[in-house]
């Protein structure tokens, strides 16, 4: 039993390098359309929604609709990016490409694999909502010194989403049961978790359970940050996150034992 955990858990705190730059040296050779997808979606949100309703809404919380869905724009793709690195990238490494299965055959463990996959993925996650945040501050709906706030945050927000979407990888026979996970899970919690309007315009009961959802998390502690205001309860949104990205890592990593060592 312990020779099972040991080959699952990471083997030492730098195996996952290798494997995190093992993915950045293959995107490099595409790194400028990846980029470019991955803001595409969020700015077509910012403009068409906040210039277009915007101008119907007028302000939202004491600020404009635009700043206020700018916030909201940055962890959604922060959550999007991470989340289809995970299903898509890594599941092809894993099942169709067997990449992972010729990473096995060396020294790295079935941790160290997984753990890379998710930095590399919350590292796509940290480029796209750094992006969008630029983008914002530099059309003046968010302050400067708000990006050195929120970099940590960004980089956090890729680890839990990319772990809950490990999970998904993980339990997925193929490509064709991710559209349930996007269209089920992502796309509500889109307007649950107050990224385009309020959760306090929500009814009673899908307020209650946005406050358990991640993406709402991430979202309060970017918001406050882009429009330079102190966040609400921190500690909670910090700590939820972090369990978000703890505990699904567990759950992936006994999942894939039985699904590439069994």
Not at 99 to 109: D, G, H, M, V
Not at 179 to 200: H, R, S
Request: charged fraction near 10%.
């Amino acid at each position: 039993m312990g020779e099972g955990c040991a080959a699952v858990l990471p083997a030492n705190a730098w195996n996952w390098i290798a494997v995190w730059r093992r993915n950045y040296l293959a995107w490099k050779k595409v790194a400028l359309a990846s980029i470019l997808g991955n803001l595409a979606d969020p700015i077509i949100y910012l403009f068409g929604l906040g210039l277009g309703l915007g101008i119907v809404v007028g302000q939202v919380d004491g600020t404009s609709y635009v700043a206020f869905l700018a916030g909201g724009m940055v962890a959604t793709s922060a959550m999007t990016s991470a989340t289809f690195e995970t299903i898509y990238a890594a599941f092809a490494r894993m099942n169709a490409q067997r990449t992972w299965e010729s990473i096995l055959c060396t020294q790295l463990t079935l941790g160290d694999i997984v753990l890379g996959e998710l930095s590399w993925a919350a590292s796509k996650a940290f480029l796209a909502g750094t992006g969008i945040m630029i983008v914002a501050n530099m059309l003046g709906y968010a302050a400067w010194l708000s990006i050195l706030y929120a970099l940590p945050v960004i980089l956090l927000i890729g680890f839990a989403f990319a772990s809950l979407a490990m999970v998904v990888m993980a339990l997925a026979p193929s490509y064709d049961y991710f559209i349930f996970y996007q269209t089920l899970v992502l796309t509500p919690m889109l307007f649950l978790c107050g990224a385009v309007f309020p959760i306090t315009q929500l009814p009673q009961a899908f307020e209650s359970v946005s406050q358990f959802l991640p993406l709402a998390h991430a979202i309060d502690l970017i918001r406050p940050a882009m429009l330079g205001r102190p966040a609400d309860n921190m500690g909670l949104h910090i700590g939820a996150l972090f369990l978000y990205a703890v505990l699904p890592f567990f759950v992936s990593l006994a999942l894939l034992r039985r699904r590439l060592m069994s």
